[in-house]
């Protein structure tokens, strides 16, 4: 399997309205971190629609959406979060959550025509946001005397990495983070340097 550099999600909040036989579907995505931001999210939109009847949702974590999970929230089984879930995966993104607010018109739409409403509240939120790739990255130490500390800084640039942690003692230690993809290339010209591989903390 070929080693992963980055990832697709979505740039910023995307909204939509689908309506069908006077139903509204009001449907939403947002880039997520943590199971936290899921919980934050489905708890706003609650305050935002008391009145509706269902708040669905599906959401996917994890570089390759190795968390995933959707919510028909009374609904009928299969009618609603995965249809939310399917569009999700179809556009390949991770790191998001898809929910979409119903408001019930007076008429039944019938399972097919729940998952049709589903599906297209959440494609045109997500064609009311931008899809990206992140990169992906890895996490260094290096240590050196502050003779040498402007090279760190030229590798530091030339690998487009960033900062996260500096220290000055009797030696600099930086703590930086290097795009996944040029990380062999960075090793190779970071070769005279003290460099340690980390984890991120």
């Known amino acids: 399997m070929n080693e992963s550099f980055n990832y697709k999600t979505v ?3 995307g909204e939509s309205l689908f309506k069908d036989k006077n139903s509204k579907f009001y449907g939403y995505i947002f880039p997520i971190e943590t ?3 899921i919980k934050r999210h489905i708890e706003i939109l609650r305050q935002k629609h008391p009145k509706a009847r269902h708040v669905c949702y599906a959401y996917r974590l994890g570089v390759n959406g190795e968390t995933e999970r959707a919510n028909d929230d009374g609904e009928p089984n299969g009618s609603a979060g995965l249809p ?7 556009f390949d993104i991770t790191n998001v959550i898809g929910l979409v607010v119903r408001y019930f018109g007076g008429t039944k739409l019938g399972v097919s025509g729940l998952i049709h409403a589903y599906k297209e509240a959440t494609l045109l939120a997500i064609d009311n946001t931008a899809v990206v790739e992140k990169d992906l990255f890895s996490y260094f130490s290096i240590k050196t ?3 040498h500390a402007n090279h760190v800084f ?3 640039g030339k690998f487009e990495g960033k900062i996260i942690e500096q220290t000055y003692l009797k030696e600099s230690l930086f703590k930086i983070e290097i795009p996944l993809r040029l990380k062999l290339q960075f090793l190779l010209e970071a070769s005279t340097f003290h460099v340690l591989d980390i984890e991120e903390e």
């Open 145 to 147: 005397d502050y003779e």
């Open 35 to 37: 199971e936290d931001d």
């Open 11 to 13: 740039k910023h909040e």
């Open 84 to 90: 939310i879930l399917n569009q999700l995966k179809s």
């Open 154 to 156: 030229q590798l530091i």
